[in-house]
């Protein structure tokens, strides 16, 4: 028999031994990103960037919780118009997630952190089919103040702040341009034609305004979002 060392703290699942997982019941924390286009300034990886960011502020945050891969190419159908953008639909999204967390059954449960509104019906859809099977996952969508969700959903004022705050030498400021915001018709035919006939530049929002410190303080604010939600759920019953 060899010296019994004392496991170290595991954190994120690409660095760990399957020995450190054993008995443990960790909370699997997974980013759900995106690769497509974010406008002229910002990088087809945002979601993913945003996404990823979160999570790891809010394992350091949740006892017993771990950072898992992050899922980087995901259901972006609507930005298919524009060059760079990889998608792999609806349909296999669903499934994607559904697989993924059954295989995680090792995990007390799994959290979704979701970057990119365009997964909303997919990863619904596989929530509902996972839980109907017993399983534990949690589904977080940010929520951020109406003052500045007013139709800024997708590299506008929000998403560039973030970018800023996380990964300045990613943002092009000198290219940023204003997209409408999105009504119900511009979704309508967003829905049915795709988003580039409804803003040219990939942009629904207002980006030229956006800051660092205001990045910094989205980040605070949908960090205790997550957090709180991540906490809540795991202590509720199952
Ligand atoms: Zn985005």
Redesign the pocket.
Known sequence: MGTVWPMRRVERLDEAVWPALEHTEPLLVIPVG?CEQ?GRHLPMS??TLIATSLAERAVALVDGALLGPPLTVTASGEHQGFPGTLSIGNQAMEAVVVELVRSADWARGVVLVN??GGNRAAVDAATRRLDHEGRRVLSWWPRVPDEVDGGDL??GHV?TSLLLALAPHLVDRSAARAGPALDRAAMTRVMSEGLRPVSPDGVLGDPTAASADHGHELLGLLTGQLTAAIEAWDRSPT
């Open positions: 995106s974010h945002t979601d970057g990119h997708h590299a998403e």
